[in-house]
């Protein structure tokens, strides 16, 4: 899932500052399983950034609404009818959710409440680690299911380094050393031969350094 | 603030604190009539949302009364109540209402006397504390729609 963490409110009481009546949008996908902009979340912010206008002598009228996802127009065109009742959208979906408001609703501000983190997986009740970076070309055959791009600091394709001690990072004793676990894993699996391969540098051409990236689905499109 | 009276939201936990606050009415023991006590299944059902929504709407101080440790009648809803209590002392620090207005308390269901005395000493220290901030509004508010 795509992880995301709160804004600090007094970011946000900036951004509204200007506005007396804002849509307050959720998303009901990634940021509700991690707890960051669902439901619950909508209703929380919504209750502190109306008590902190209030507190300054000031009425903010707060439109609560959780759509299903905000990455699919679909889902955002059901904020249509209400958005003629707002000077603003605050979302608190990923950074995709608010552009996909930003980008039907042109003439409203859109600001987001919370900060789009990584790609990851829930570690246990309330954390959450990076497992993936979207680089285009998934080498977790090869490593045993561990991936070395988002889980080994350096992104070494050829690890360990020589930062790796007592199977932890060298960047902090709580982050587990990538090519450590893959190591483990492929040894586990009785792979040991596959470490000795070395791996060709990759083609970063499919991740970010080609620019923005688009999927065309022919069958869908 | 000569007659502040504090409003005092509490969320008791069914299988102590409430039964508590009845065992302290048995014993004749008084506490302050400011006490709004909300009976909950669990303490680990109070939300934030709940917590940010009484003070929104214009209580003082709000106290969520648990099991003591390791005595949850669920395993674990005391220690996640205690959670999002911080939680929401954090939300009402970083927004000025003050995360003192809102505390955790731990009971059992024969402390009717320990019940009495947290309303007492809770109360006294929203009462030292002062009205919530946005007490003025919520009453405009209030006022307005009663009028209209």
């Known amino acids: 899932m795509i992880t995301a963490e709160s804004k600090p409110i007094d970011e946000i009481i900036e951004y509204i500052r200007p506005y007396r009546r804002i849509i307050l949008a959720g998303c009901n996908e990634c ?3 991690c707890s960051a902009g669902g439901r619950k979340e909508v209703g929380i ?13 000031r009425n903010l009228e707060v439109k609560e609404i959780t759509l299903e996802r905000q990455c699919d127009p679909e889902y955002v065109e059901e904020l249509a009818p209400i958005m003629d009742q707002a000077e603003a959208v605050v979302s608190m979906a990923c950074g995709c959710g608010v552009q996909e408001v930003a980008r039907r609703f042109k003439h409203t501000p859109v600001f987001p409440a919370v900060n789009t983190k990584f790609m990851g997986a829930s570690e246990r009740q309330g954390v959450w680690a990076e497992r993936c970076q979207g680089c285009g070309e998934c080498v977790l055959a090869v490593t045993g299911g561990i991936c070395p791009i988002a889980r080994c ?3 070494l394709l050829n690890g360990p380094c020589g930062g790796s001690t007592n199977g932890k990072c060298e960047i902090n004793p709580e982050t587990d050393c990538a090519w450590q676990l893959i190591w483990d894993r492929l040894k586990a ?15 970063w051409r499919t991740s970010r350094d080609g620019g923005p990236r688009r999927i065309i689905k022919e069958d869908l499109a | 603030m000569e007659h502040f ?3 005092i939201v509490a969320f008791c936990c069914h299988y102590c604190a409430y039964t508590a606050a009845d065992m302290a009415g048995s014993m004749r023991l008084t506490y302050p009539p400011n006490v709004k006590i909300i009976r909950v299944p669990c303490t680990g059902k109070v939300d934030t949302l709940h917590i940010l929504r009484a003070l929104q709407k214009g209580a003082d101080g ?20 205690a959670r999002h209590v911080k939680q929401a002392q954090k939300v009402l620090d970083e927004i000025g209402i003050g995360g003192e207005r809102v505390e955790m308390i731990t009971m059992s269901a024969g402390m009717g006397g320990g019940f009495a005395r947290t ?18 509004v919520v009453e405009k508010q209030v006022r307005a729609a009663a009028g209209s």
């Open chain 2, 5 to 7: 009276e504090p409003v």
């Open chain 1, 189 to 203: 699996l009785g792979l040991e031969d596959r470490y000795e391969e070395i791996m060709e540098a990759k083609d």
């Open chain 1, 31 to 33: 940021v509700t399983v």
């Open chain 1, 153 to 155: 600091s350096k992104r």
């Open chain 1, 45 to 57: 912010l919504s209750s502190a950034l109306q008590m902190a206008f209030m507190k300054s002598g």
């Open chain 2, 62 to 81: 709000v106290f969520v009364a648990g099991c003591l440790e390791g005595d949850c009648h669920f395993k674990t809803g005391n220690i996640r109540a």
């Open chain 2, 119 to 136: 309303a007492l000493e809770f109360t006294e220290k929203i009462r030292a504390l002062g009205p919530n901030p946005i007490k003025n």
